[in-house]
């Protein structure tokens, strides 16, 4: 093929990628848009995102999962957990109050994942954060409470006797 | 049944009788023209707005985004509200602009356009003024752009508005070449240079030109393109390299002239196309028992090649300025002259068609 032939061939295969291109952006013109109006429109987040940090309530027991332990407030970069807790008449301890500032928070997790006691959590559905004053970001122990549905609580802990009696069957 | 001549001459004979009730026959001569300008300035500007809500609309869904529909139903007064919003805006000016060129270059890129809307005949005997050399006028008076764009990117007296300037220049005399040459085998098939004449003979023949002449169209379709400086051929006003180009240092009504003038370079070079090449106001081939007006067939028409247009702009990437000025030269005119060639050897060998 001489330098003839090449031209005419560059031209029609430069015009044949062209019609490639427009026929991309026709095939999207026709196709539904995946765009949601926010406000009017929400998605519904994953179970497991990572939104408003809740403190779990046992309705059950009426009473916060929480002993103060202030393993939370330890792990947290920015010292915006504060709480306090009493020693109840049973000997066991019981948070009273606990302060979230979520204006300094930086939502790190650090904080769910130090706890163990199944107290702190990060709640989906829940992530519009706006607010008119700043001091309305800092959240007290009220305002954080949620009631687990039951579908995302942990499963329940097999009894202390098979326990022990698997264990026994490990070591033997 | 309803055609466009019926209606001009509806509103011709409304218009002179309450002139004559008026007492002011004598002005008809006058008025009629005045009438005829004011209602294609309407027009054109509703159209004008129509289209750019169009094109946010076809981007948008090219892009699988909606685009605006905040702005009464499905957005269509958002360019209502972008229009107040600059008409009342704040004129600001350069200090060291020249002045006059300064002032002059908005209102030679509308009015160089929209005079071209003129000879555009919308259905039979629905024309301003059937020109007999209508498409020699409007390539030239639509090549007056280049003015406008060099005098503003001159008193703008900012290198950037002056590098989109010169690039201008040289954009639309490389791609006045390949228009022209474009339409010449037309010329040679209808002989004549009338749109209506050209929309009679196509009539006349029983089908459209696009047919023999598709190359001439893809060529047309080009070098407008390029002539209304849009993507993918606006290296004058390149956002990324020249911040707006020609118009950078305008503002206000002055930008909304230059910005009213490119969308009417549009619709002019598409009604150019839609009347040589897709049979103006005639009906598509198999649907003629539809009855329906001529003028809506015609804006049927200009909205796909509209339509088309704004596709290229949403689809390809913009042209270096080597790539753009061998495109037009290296490839488009040798391509057009072959055509030319071409058309000139079948009207020999075969005859005309008519």
Same mark, same amino acid.
């Given at each position: 093929?001489?330098?003839?032939?090449?031209?005419?061939?560059?031209?029609?295969?430069?015009?044949?990628?062209?019609?490639?291109?427009?026929?991309?952006?026709?095939?999207?013109?026709?196709?539904?848009?995946?765009?949601?109006?926010?406000?009017?429109?929400?998605?519904?987040?994953?179970?497991?995102?990572?939104?408003?940090?809740?403190?779990?309530?046992?309705?059950?027991?009426?009473?916060?999962n929480?002993?103060?332990?202030?393993? @939370?407030?330890?792990? @947290?970069?920015?010292?915006?957990?504060?709480?306090?807790?009493?020693?109840?008449?049973?000997?066991?301890?019981?948070?009273?109050?606990?302060?979230?500032?979520?204006?300094?928070?930086?939502?790190?997790?650090?904080?769910?994942?130090?706890?163990g006691f199944d107290?702190?959590?990060?709640?989906?559905?829940?992530?519009?954060?706006?607010?008119?004053?700043?001091?309305?970001?800092?959240?007290?122990?009220?305002?954080?409470?949620?009631?687990?549905?039951?579908?995302?609580a942990p499963p329940a802990e097999e009894p202390a006797e098979t326990k022990a009696?698997a264990?026994?069957?490990?070591?033997? | 049944?309803?055609?466009?001549?019926?209606?001009?001459?509806?509103?011709?004979?409304?218009?002179?009788?309450?002139?004559?009730?008026?007492?002011?026959?004598?002005?008809?001569?006058?008025?009629?023209?005045?009438?005829?300008?004011?209602?294609?300035?309407?027009?054109?500007?509703?159209?004008?707005?129509?289209?750019?809500?169009?094109?946010?609309?076809?981007?948008?869904?090219?892009?699988?985004?909606?685009?605006?529909?905040?702005?009464?139903?499905?957005?269509?007064?958002?360019?209502?509200?972008?229009?107040?919003?600059?008409?009342?805006?704040?004129?600001?000016?350069?200090?060291?602009?020249?002045?006059?060129?300064?002032?002059?270059?908005?209102?030679?890129?509308?009015?160089?356009?929209?005079?071209?809307?003129?000879?555009?005949?919308?259905?039979?005997?629905?024309?301003?003024?059937?020109?007999?050399?209508?498409?020699?006028?409007?390539?030239?008076?639509?090549?007056?752009?280049?003015?406008?764009?060099?005098?503003?990117?001159?008193?703008?007296?900012?290198?950037?508005?002056?590098?989109?300037?010169?690039?201008?220049?040289?954009?639309?005399?490389?791609?006045?070449?390949?228009?022209?040459?474009?339409?010449?085998?037309?010329?040679?098939?209808?002989?004549?240079?009338?749109?209506?004449?050209?929309?009679?003979?196509?009539?006349?023949?029983?089908?459209?030109?696009?047919?023999?002449?598709?190359?001439?169209?893809?060529?047309?379709?080009?070098?407008?393109?390029?002539?209304?400086?849009?993507?993918?051929?606006?290296?004058?006003?390149?956002?990324?390299?020249?911040?707006?180009?020609?118009?950078?240092?305008?503002?206000?009504?002055?930008?909304?002239?230059?910005?009213?003038?490119?969308?009417?370079?549009?619709?002019?070079?598409?009604?150019?196309?839609?009347?040589?090449?897709?049979?103006?106001?005639?009906?598509?081939?198999?649907?003629?028992?539809?009855?329906?007006?001529?003028?809506?067939?015609?804006?049927?028409?200009?909205?796909?090649?509209?339509?088309?247009?704004?596709?290229?702009?949403?689809?390809?990437?913009?042209?270096?300025?080597?790539?753009?000025?061998?495109?037009?030269?290296?490839?488009?005119?040798?391509?057009?002259?072959?055509?030319?060639?071409?058309?000139?050897?079948?009207?020999?060998?075969?005859?005309?068609?008519?």
């Amino acid at each position: 093929m001489g330098a003839l032939g090449s031209y005419f061939k560059n031209i029609f295969l430069g015009f044949w990628n062209l019609m490639i291109g427009l026929s991309i952006t026709t095939k999207y013109f026709f196709k539904p848009t995946m765009t949601q109006q926010y406000p009017e429109e929400r998605l519904p987040l994953p179970e497991r995102s990572r939104s408003m940090i809740k403190l779990i309530y046992d309705g059950e027991k009426d009473q916060f999962n929480c002993v103060a332990c202030m393993m @939370c407030a330890k792990a @947290c970069p920015n010292n915006c957990i504060k709480l306090e807790g009493v020693r109840q008449a049973d000997g066991k301890r019981r948070m009273t109050t606990f302060k979230l500032d979520f204006s300094t928070c930086i939502f790190c997790g650090y904080c769910v994942e130090a706890c163990g006691f199944d107290a702190l959590t990060f709640v989906s559905e829940e992530y519009e954060n706006s607010v008119y004053k700043r001091g309305s970001l800092l959240q007290d122990e009220q305002a954080m409470r949620w009631n687990r549905p039951a579908h995302l609580a942990p499963p329940a802990e097999e009894p202390a006797e098979t326990k022990a009696a698997a264990g026994a069957a490990a070591g033997a | 049944m309803l055609t466009g001549e019926n209606l001009v001459q509806l509103v011709a004979k409304l218009l002179h009788q309450g002139l004559g009730m008026a007492g002011l026959s004598g002005f008809i001569s006058i008025i009629d023209p005045v009438v005829c300008a004011v209602v294609m300035f309407g027009f054109i500007s509703v159209f004008v707005m129509f289209l750019v809500w169009m094109e946010r609309k076809v981007s948008a869904h090219m892009q699988s985004r909606i685009g605006p529909n905040r702005v009464g139903p499905l957005g269509l007064l958002q360019t209502v509200a972008d229009a107040i919003k600059l008409t009342i805006k704040e004129d600001v000016k350069p200090v060291n602009r020249d002045k006059i060129p300064y002032y002059i270059a908005p209102i030679i890129a509308f009015v160089a356009t929209f005079a071209g809307m003129i000879v555009i005949p919308f259905d039979k005997g629905m024309v301003v003024q059937n020109l007999n050399i209508g498409m020699l006028y409007v390539i030239a008076i639509t090549s007056f752009t280049v003015i406008a764009i060099l005098s503003a990117g001159w008193s703008s007296n900012n290198k950037f508005a002056l590098l989109g300037g010169f690039r201008s220049a040289a954009q639309i005399v490389s791609y006045e070449v390949p228009l022209v040459m474009s339409l010449v085998p037309i010329i040679m098939i209808t002989g004549t240079l009338s749109f209506t004449g050209v929309v009679e003979y196509q009539e006349k023949a029983g089908y459209w030109l696009v047919f023999p002449e598709f190359l001439a169209f893809l060529i047309f379709i080009t070098s407008a393109t390029a002539e209304a400086n849009r993507a993918p051929f606006d290296i004058p006003e390149a956002e990324s390299e020249l911040i707006g180009g020609f118009h950078t240092e305008y503002s206000g009504v002055k930008f909304a002239m230059f910005f009213l003038g490119e969308y009417i370079a549009v619709i002019v070079s598409s009604a150019v196309a839609v009347t040589v090449f897709l049979g103006g106001w005639l009906p598509v081939p198999f649907l003629h028992f539809l009855h329906i007006p001529g003028f809506i067939w015609f804006m049927a028409k200009l909205l796909l090649v509209i339509y088309l247009i704004m596709a290229f702009r949403w689809t390809f990437p913009r042209l270096r300025v080597d790539q753009l000025m061998d495109f037009g030269w290296k490839v488009l005119i040798p391509i057009s002259i072959i055509n030319i060639l071409l058309t000139g050897f079948c009207i020999l060998f075969f005859g005309k068609g008519v």
